[in-house]
């Protein structure tokens, strides 16, 4: 569904921003850090369905679910049904460090603050009137895929999740269905939560990629399936040379991209 011209206009201009970060950290600490900036600040804008901004639960709650995952070591971390805090990746990059690598609802939040998160509303006015108002969902659940010069991959994925679900419902974007990478692809879902879990999208494009499969090639091979069972989402993927593949069922998926100094942009 396409917003408004002038939204439209602040979508990209937004996109564009969190690029321009998350590609000055690339060059200066590696893919990792690219995606948690770049997803970090699209969190922290009420535009987006993540962090501030967050869709609802049917009781009103925000409860976001977010992950990071290093394609070249091979560890996710993520956050579940997360409650006030203003940036689920960051603590999702908090525990990529530790043993138990994935915490969910009030224990996360407890991991948030004993590691020194301070808490967070991130609920507002907008987001409020819509569930009342009985309103669609909001774009959308945000993400970033990058390759650093050593051809380390990452991905990062943030969400609210779909706007009045079941409380206590959990989305796709803090599973590997959601989010996943390896040392050959990164990849990052938006779209149904429901039907990105059934499909297990992100690793099964970057499964396909195993026996050198181009990207773009997986990304159609998949979408191709996802299309004849109507399912409705979209995904981001970059590949250790960077090059850059993307795809979607529903009509718009808004995308930003930087390959070899190239600007490559989606509406
Ligand atoms: N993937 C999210 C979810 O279903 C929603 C979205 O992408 O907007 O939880």
Redesign the pocket.
């Known amino acids: 569904m396409h917003a408004s011209p002038d939204r439209q206009q602040i979508i990209r201009r937004r996109l564009q921003e969190a690029l321009g970060k998350g590609f000055a950290h690339l060059m200066k600490r590696g893919a990792l850090e690219a995606v948690i900036v770049a997803v970090r600040l699209l969190e922290d804008d009420p535009l987006f369905?993540a962090g501030t901004g967050s869709s609802l639960q049917e009781d009103a709650k925000v409860r976001m679910?977010a992950s990071v995952m290093d394609g070249s070591t091979r560890r996710f971390a993520g956050v579940i049904n997360i409650e006030r805090v203003r940036n689920p990746v960051l603590v999702a990059r908090a525990l990529l460090k530790k043993e138990d690598r994935i915490l969910a609802g009030i224990h996360a939040e407890r991991f948030a603050r004993r590691t020194g998160f301070k808490p967070w509303n991130p609920v507002t006015e907008e987001r409020l009137r819509m569930l009342r108002e009985k309103l669609r969902?909001p774009h959308?659940?945000v993400g970033a895929v990058a390759v650093d010069r050593r051809g380390r991959l990452a991905a990062a994925t943030s969400?609210g999740?779909?706007m009045a679900s079941s409380a206590g419902r959990v989305?796709?974007?803090a599973l590997p269905a959601?989010n996943y990478a390896t040392e050959l692809a990164a990849i990052s879902?938006?779209?149904?939560?429901?039907d990105?879990v059934d499909e297990a999208v992100a690793v099964r494009i970057a499964q396909k990629t195993a026996d050198r499969t181009a990207l773009s090639k997986a990304f159609a091979a998949v979408f191709k399936e996802l299309m004849e069972r109507k399912r409705k989402l979209g995904a981001i993927g970059v590949d250790r040379l960077g090059r850059l593949a993307w795809s979607s069922t529903l009509p718009c998926l808004y995308a930003a991209g930087r390959s070899s100094g190239r600007l490559i942009e989606t509406f």
Do not use: A, F, H
């Open positions: 369905n679910s969902q959308g659940t969400t999740g779909k989305s796709d974007s959601g879902c938006t779209g149904l939560g429901e990105i």
